[in-house]
């Protein structure tokens, strides 16, 4: 049995060295009375254990004679006798601070530390295991400031490394630990402190005012750069608390540069919060402001909700505009061209933004920017337009896009310059007869861009009308404008093109709007002198705050929206002329009922009963007392989109089209003027324009026959045909074309007035609430495409708008 009880004890020994010959253990004194003591300083004991070969190592209780804890166990004399003068140096300050004795987790903590990090002082030791009574020893406190381990930071920089608020306190408040020593990579206590987990240890800190807050480490980052890198919101708002300086400039730019760079929102909006004015900063390299520096949407729509300048250019020569069409950001360049970019703004060799589109065959960038006025035909520094540019790098999209444009308006349209750097005038583009075609592709796509450099010139027509012109006028000119939600920017396309081949703006041009939902708002748009430049951005950013979530959409964005823009207390009668007719459908009666909202009183005799109350409803708005805001939003309460204003609905409804009602409308107010003995204020109706916010591609329907089933397969049919014929029954209330333009037409013919009406046939049946910004280019790009086959009819009407 003893033989037994030797085996399994020498066993038990083995297995240790095997295991873990640092494992700390609790040991019985009694074990090592027989054995070798071979080295004894202060309380720790080295002894050899012959029967196991091994050499241990004890930490005595000198309140406990009976236990000991053994640190270590090592079959090696050299390395058991190294081991022990480590401990024994390291140990002592540790078990001598405290009057107890040091529990057994913490020796293991401490013996591992020495192992580990044997460059480290006691201080660190102190920070790493948490010892904070330690602190006060001697030997520990004189080496506070130490940094003496691999990364030569001191133990301050590795307690806000791990965040510990309590060990900080210590050691800034009693022991006073200097925070402006650095590490190998010049990193202060503040750097580490943001990498940290615990930003409050910022503001403990930086109640010291030290120059260590807004030191620069070797990479040129001072603590709010990299927190502004790292995204550590809260850390960026601790050290703004402490005062840490959002003008420092560091070695790529300032703080707000680097949260651009990294797009970190929160950490720019913290930044910007405490200093609007760093919205002007501009980095040391590229001379560039935070706004060249956002990669995405959302941080540059909010550099302009601070109010950024879009246009700056930086010390390259380049616009945010010309940074985001370089880099491929579509997103970035539909949010500048919407709050105001200029489109033909020169830059670096004189290139515009369109010259680096072409450069880089961007289809949907090149269309952005065309729609939003970019020139095809500006040559820059070397001669080269970017048509030049496209032509010799295009390989394959836009060149397809662009010549099935080329087949459709006809290549004897226009013609490429003879010389890059002399590029055709307009009279080159309309009357020099086509070159003959060659087998060169290139050739072509060059042609094609021309195409739309001919459409600019053409817009470009000069202002030759006098200030007299108004006066001499003896017929009144009409406007009417559909409705179709966002697709008002087919609307907003046609009148940036007449208002720019006429050289005056709409309202100068109509004495009668009228309009519908989204023309609706856009006719208060033209009488309040709006530049439609300025509603074409505005309606791509109106659809991100209006169109959210699903439908029905919440009515308070739209309303909010239509108060900034028109005035939350503007009436309709504070702008006279031109006269304005915004229709709107009263659904609080049966039959609905098509109710006009006008900027001028009707005619004496003919209001006193358009405005009372009768028996069964309540009197209407006067025009003088009638909010601009609220008769915009009840011209466009589409159902299923928003909900009812009041007893309003969408005029859609009754009149998608509002030509004929704005024409009648006229005509019974022309008559009571005779009537009333004002005959000599009327004037004849001379030009109608119609413009429509284009036509959906016509789809074949199958049935819409709804009859009662008898079996499962007739009741399906039933259903469908029942759906198909509710969208026609739509869809023929709200046709803005057909019959209703028939009409017109006719009336205009039988008048002899001059009637036009635009009206784009679109690829796509694009929705009232779309606010993909691609499909809306397309949309616009479509737009375009059609103003250019219609240039002879523009011309004409502009002619007959510019007759006195």
Same mark, same amino acid.
């Given at each position: 049995?003893?033989?037994?009880?030797?085996?399994?004890?020498?066993?038990?020994?083995?297995?240790?060295?095997?295991?873990?010959?640092?494992?700390?253990?609790?040991?019985?004194?009694?074990?090592?009375?027989?054995?070798?003591?071979?080295?004894?300083?202060?309380?720790?004991?080295?002894?050899?254990?012959?029967?196991?070969?091994?050499?241990?190592?004890?930490?005595?209780?000198?309140?406990?004679?009976?236990?000991?804890?053994?640190?270590?166990?090592?079959?090696?004399?050299?390395?058991?006798?190294?081991?022990?003068?480590?401990?024994? =140096?390291?140990?002592?300050?540790?078990?001598?601070?405290?009057?107890?004795?040091?529990?057994?987790?913490?020796?293991?903590?401490?013996?591992?530390?020495?192992?580990?990090?044997? #460059?480290? /002082?006691?201080?660190?030791?102190?920070?790493?295991?948490?010892?904070?009574?330690?602190?006060?020893?001697?030997?520990?406190?004189?080496?506070?400031?130490?940094?003496?381990?691999?990364?030569?930071?001191?133990?301050?920089?590795?307690?806000?490394?791990? &965040?510990?608020?309590?060990?900080? #306190?210590?050691?800034?408040?009693?022991?006073?630990?200097?925070? +402006?020593?650095?590490?190998?990579?010049?990193?202060?206590?503040?750097?580490?402190?943001?990498?940290?987990?615990?930003?409050?240890?910022?503001?403990?800190?930086? =109640?010291?005012?030290?120059?260590?807050?807004?030191?620069?480490?070797?990479?040129?980052?001072?603590?709010?750069?990299?927190?502004?890198?790292?995204?550590?919101?809260?850390?960026?708002? /601790?050290?703004?608390?402490?005062?840490?300086?959002?003008?420092?400039?560091?070695?790529?730019?300032? *703080?707000? !540069?680097?949260?651009?760079?990294?797009?970190?929102?929160?950490?720019?909006?913290?930044?910007?919060?405490?200093?609007?004015?760093?919205?002007?900063?501009?980095?040391?390299?590229?001379?560039?402001?935070?706004?060249?520096?956002?990669?995405?949407?959302?941080?540059?729509?909010?550099?302009?909700?601070?109010?950024?300048?879009?246009?700056?250019?930086?010390?390259?020569?380049? /616009?945010?505009?010309?940074?985001?069409?370089?880099?491929?950001?579509?997103?970035?360049?539909?949010?500048?061209?919407?709050?105001?970019?200029?489109?033909?703004?020169?830059?670096? +060799?004189?290139?515009?933004?369109? !010259?680096?589109?072409?450069?880089?065959?961007?289809?949907?960038?090149? =269309?952005?920017?065309?729609?939003?006025?970019?020139?095809?035909?500006?040559?820059?520094?070397?001669?080269?337009? *970017?048509?030049?540019?496209?032509?010799?790098?295009?390989?394959?999209?836009?060149?397809?896009?662009?010549?099935?444009?080329?087949?459709?308006?006809?290549?004897?349209?226009?013609?490429?310059?003879?010389?890059?750097?002399?590029?055709?005038?307009?009279?080159?583009?309309?009357?020099?007869?086509?070159? *003959?075609?060659?087998?060169?592709?290139?050739?072509?796509?060059?042609?094609?861009? !021309?195409? /739309?450099?001919?459409?600019?010139?053409?817009?470009?027509?000069?202002?030759?009308?006098?200030?007299?012109?108004?006066?001499?006028?003896?017929?009144?000119?009409?406007?009417?404008?559909?409705?179709?939600?966002?697709?008002?920017?087919?609307?907003?396309?046609?009148?940036?093109?007449?208002?720019?081949?006429?050289?005056?703006?709409?309202?100068?041009?109509?004495?009668?709007?009228?309009?519908?939902?989204?023309?609706?708002?856009?006719?208060?748009?033209?009488?309040?002198?709006?530049?439609?430049?300025?509603?074409?951005?505005?309606?791509?950013?109106?659809?991100?705050?209006?169109?959210?979530?699903?439908?029905?959409?919440?009515?308070?964005?739209?309303?909010?929206?239509? @108060?900034?823009?028109?005035?939350?207390?503007?009436? %309709?009668?504070?702008?006279?002329?031109? =006269?304005?007719?915004?229709?709107?459908?009263?659904?609080?009666?049966?039959?609905?009922?098509?109710?006009?909202?006008?900027?001028?009183?009707?005619?004496?005799?003919?209001?006193?009963?358009?405005?009372?109350?009768?028996?069964?409803?309540?009197?209407?708005? @006067?025009?003088?007392?009638?909010?601009?805001?609220?008769?915009?939003?009840?011209?466009?309460?589409?159902?299923?989109?928003?909900?009812?204003? &009041?007893?309003?609905?969408?005029?859609?409804?009754?009149?998608?089209?509002?030509?004929?009602?704005? %024409?009648?409308?006229?005509?019974?107010?022309?008559?009571?003027?005779?009537?009333?003995?004002?005959?000599?204020?009327?004037? @004849?109706? &001379?030009?109608?324009?119609?413009?429509?916010?284009?036509?959906?591609?016509?789809?074949?329907?199958?049935?819409?026959?709804?009859?009662?089933?008898?079996?499962?397969?007739?009741?399906?049919?039933?259903?469908?045909?029942?759906?198909?014929?509710?969208?026609?029954?739509?869809?023929?209330?709200?046709?803005? +074309?057909?019959?209703?333009?028939?009409?017109?037409?006719?009336?205009?013919?039988?008048?002899?007035?001059?009637?036009?009406?635009?009206?784009?046939?679109?690829?796509?049946?694009?929705?009232?609430?779309?606010?993909?910004?691609?499909?809306?280019?397309?949309?616009?790009?479509?737009?375009?495409?059609?103003?250019?086959?219609?240039?002879?009819?523009?011309?004409?009407?502009?002619?007959?708008?510019?007759?006195?």
């Amino acid at each position: 049995m003893q033989f037994f009880g030797r085996l399994m004890n020498t066993f038990n020994n083995v297995t240790n060295l095997f295991s873990n010959p640092f494992r700390v253990k609790e040991v019985s004194l009694a074990e090592y009375a027989s054995q070798k003591r071979v080295r004894w300083e202060d309380r720790i004991v080295l002894y050899e254990k012959s029967s196991a070969h091994s050499w241990d190592c004890l930490l005595l209780n000198p309140q406990n004679e009976t236990v000991a804890f053994r640190l270590f166990q090592v079959d090696h004399e050299v390395y058991a006798f190294e081991h022990f003068e480590l401990y024994v =140096k390291q140990l002592r300050p540790f078990y001598e601070s405290y009057h107890d004795p040091l529990a057994l987790e913490t020796l293991q903590q401490l013996t591992d530390c020495f192992r580990s990090h044997p #460059r480290w /002082s006691l201080a660190h030791v102190a920070v790493e295991v948490g010892l904070l009574e330690s602190f006060r020893h001697n030997h520990i406190l004189s080496c506070i400031n130490s940094n003496s381990c691999d990364d030569e930071c001191t133990p301050l920089h590795l307690a806000c490394q791990k &965040g510990n608020m309590e060990c900080l #306190r210590e050691l800034v408040e009693q022991c006073h630990a200097r925070l +402006d020593l650095t590490d190998k990579n010049g990193e202060t206590v503040f750097h580490y402190a943001v990498r940290g987990s615990n930003p409050k240890i910022l503001e403990l800190m930086g =109640k010291r005012s030290t120059a260590a807050l807004d030191h620069l480490n070797d990479e040129g980052q001072s603590p709010l750069h990299l927190a502004c890198q790292l995204g550590k919101e809260d850390a960026v708002l /601790s050290l703004l608390k402490v005062d840490a300086k959002c003008s420092n400039l560091g070695a790529l730019g300032y *703080p707000i !540069h680097i949260a651009m760079k990294h797009s970190q929102k929160r950490c720019a909006e913290a930044l910007l919060d405490k200093e609007v004015s760093q919205i002007q900063l501009v980095d040391p390299r590229h001379g560039a402001t935070p706004l060249h520096w956002a990669k995405n949407a959302e941080m540059t729509r909010l550099l302009i909700d601070y109010g950024c300048e879009v246009n700056t250019l930086s010390a390259t020569g380049e /616009s945010a505009l010309h940074i985001a069409v370089r880099r491929g950001r579509f997103d970035c360049t539909m949010v500048l061209l919407t709050h105001g970019a200029m489109a033909n703004t020169k830059g670096k +060799d004189g290139s515009t933004p369109l !010259h680096l589109a072409m450069k880089q065959d961007h289809l949907e960038m090149i =269309k952005a920017l065309i729609v939003f006025g970019a020139d095809v035909d500006v040559p820059n520094d070397f001669g080269e337009t *970017p048509g030049l540019l496209a032509a010799r790098t295009s390989k394959g999209a836009n060149r397809k896009v662009l010549l099935d444009l080329l087949k459709i308006i006809g290549a004897d349209r226009c013609h490429p310059p003879s010389t890059a750097t002399s590029p055709p005038t307009t009279s080159t583009f309309l009357e020099r007869p086509p070159p *003959p075609r060659s087998a060169n592709q290139n050739l072509e796509f060059q042609d094609i861009i !021309h195409v /739309s450099a001919a459409l600019g010139a053409l817009l470009k027509k000069p202002d030759v009308v006098d200030s007299t012109t108004e006066r001499k006028r003896t017929q009144d000119r009409l406007l009417s404008l559909d409705g179709g939600g966002v697709r008002g920017l087919v609307l907003i396309q046609f009148l940036i093109a007449i208002e720019k081949a006429a050289g005056r703006p709409i309202r100068e041009l109509f004495d009668w709007v009228t309009g519908t939902s989204t023309g609706g708002i856009l006719a208060v748009s033209v009488v309040q002198g709006k530049p439609m430049d300025y509603m074409r951005c505005l309606y791509f950013r109106m659809k991100d705050e209006v169109f959210r979530g699903s439908r029905p959409y919440e009515s308070e964005p739209l309303e909010n929206f239509l @108060k900034k823009e028109f005035g939350e207390h503007t009436k %309709m009668t504070d702008f006279k002329q031109p =006269k304005l007719m915004l229709t709107a459908t009263l659904c609080d009666r049966q039959p609905a009922k098509l109710h006009l909202f006008r900027n001028y009183s009707p005619p004496e005799g003919r209001g006193k009963s358009r405005y009372k109350t009768t028996g069964l409803f309540q009197a209407l708005t @006067k025009p003088e007392d009638q909010l601009v805001w609220q008769a915009a939003r009840s011209s466009g309460a589409a159902p299923t989109y928003f909900r009812p204003f &009041g007893r309003f609905l969408d005029g859609g409804l009754l009149a998608n089209n509002p030509t004929l009602d704005a %024409m009648t409308e006229i005509n019974e107010y022309n008559k009571f003027l005779i009537q009333n003995g004002e005959g000599h204020k009327v004037k @004849k109706l &001379g030009v109608v324009v119609s413009l429509g916010t284009g036509k959906s591609p016509q789809v074949p329907v199958s049935s819409v026959d709804v009859f009662r089933p008898s079996n499962p397969w007739e009741l399906a049919k039933t259903v469908y045909g029942a759906k198909e014929l509710g969208k026609l029954v739509v869809d023929c209330c709200t046709d803005p +074309d057909g019959p209703c333009v028939d009409r017109a037409r006719a009336w205009c013919e039988m008048i002899e007035a001059h009637y036009v009406r635009f009206n784009p046939p679109l690829e796509l049946d694009i929705m009232l609430d779309e606010v993909s910004d691609m499909i809306l280019v397309n949309l616009l790009w479509e737009t375009q495409i059609y103003i250019f086959q219609h240039w002879e009819e523009f011309e004409q009407l502009v002619e007959q708008l510019l007759v006195p």
